[in-house]
């Protein structure tokens, strides 16, 4: 396993050095540029040329894209990230501002489905084509139809406006310092509320049906027949030996859904003016703010390979059969 892991880590090298090219020329290719947009596009009225070309030598963006490309990448060997255009603060420090709103969301919205989709896709395929199958399934696809934003908007005219039971805008009220401990852990929940169940739904429906596809795929296998045909209980064949051999296909859709804890949703953030990284990189891409994209497209691309390894090398964990070669 040691070797194999290490061969895997030094793919990632390559990897990334062709995701970073790719990443940034997209980036610095589209249209507009940082001066511009600070500018509001109206250069000619707000600075006079010399001063537009003097900012973009002080941003470097007067450079070839190579000659930019290699200095960008010679600054990330170091973990160097760069400062923002925009406000000028540290990348780093931006985003770890930001991290902190994002998994708190992303966390509680992934463990919410896990605990809820892998026991719905369990009992639907045990109880495969029986009514709570049916209407089950009816009901999970439908969810997975709806649009997020589309469903963001109708809780918060329900709950938000309406009824007022729930707050919808912002991590926390004005004066929740003023609540005391517990006042201000509780304010923080229910400002989770709504953002955590749009994040929420359509996942479930997802995870639940995948659930119940591998577990069929298992439950024919012929050691769950011959464990039938021993007289072991249902339950201890369900959960000792079927579910433990639908783990490898679940670790691998786990593992690929890791990076959205840091990558965040940007539709819903900002929806909810929820101050997490997916309204950063929103904001970030609106403002032609390169260095902070190509941070978060950077640390994104990172976790979506180091979680691919991390799901491979679970596979061992989940079945002690599978060798690395």
């Not at 001063?51 to 990448?73: C, F, K, N």
């Not at 989770?192 to 298992?218: D, H, K, N, Q, W």
């Amino acid at each position: 396993m040691l070797a194999y892991t290490l061969r895997r880590l030094a793919l990632i090298v390559p990897t990334l050095l062709g995701i970073t090219i790719v990443t940034f020329a997209i980036v610095n290719l589209a249209p507009g540029d940082p001066v511009e947009v600070i500018q509001s596009g109206q250069v000619d009225s707000r600075i006079s040329r010399e001063s537009y070309q003097a900012m973009l030598e002080l941003y470097g963006l007067d450079q070839p894209l190579y000659v930019r490309y290699i200095t960008w990448l010679k600054r990330l060997a170091t973990l160097d990230f760069g400062e923002s255009f925009i406000d000028h603060q540290p990348v780093i420090r931006k985003i770890g501002e930001r991290l902190p709103a994002t998994l708190a969301l992303n966390i509680a919205s992934l463990f919410l489905a896990l605990v809820v989709a892998i026991p719905l896709g369990l009992i639907s395929a045990v109880k495969q084509r029986s009514l709570f199958d049916k209407i089950g399934g009816t009901a999970l696809y439908m969810l997975y139809s709806l649009p997020e934003f589309w469903i963001a908007l109708l809780l918060i005219l329900l709950f938000g406006v309406k009824l007022g039971w729930l707050p919808f805008y912002g991590m926390e009220s004005i004066n929740a310092h003023e609540l005391g401990f517990f006042g201000y852990v509780w304010d923080r929940l229910r400002h989770m509320v709504l953002p955590t169940i749009c994040l929420t739904y359509g996942s479930l429906a997802f995870l639940s049906r995948f659930v119940r596809g591998s577990t069929l795929e298992v439950i024919r296998q012929d050691f769950v027949r011959t464990a039938r045909a021993k007289g072991l209980e249902e339950n201890d064949i369900i959960f000792k030996h079927v579910f433990k051999n639908t783990l490898i296909p679940i670790l691998t859709l786990v593992g690929l859904l890791l990076p959205t804890l840091i990558s965040g949703s940007i539709i819903l953030e900002s929806i909810f003016s929820w101050p997490g990284i997916g309204d950063l990189f929103f904001d970030s891409v609106s403002a032609r703010d390169y260095p902070v994209v190509l941070g978060l497209s950077f640390i994104t691309a990172v976790l979506v390979l180091l979680s691919t390894l991390l799901a491979d090398l679970l596979y061992a964990w989940a079945d002690p059969r599978i060798t690395y070669e």
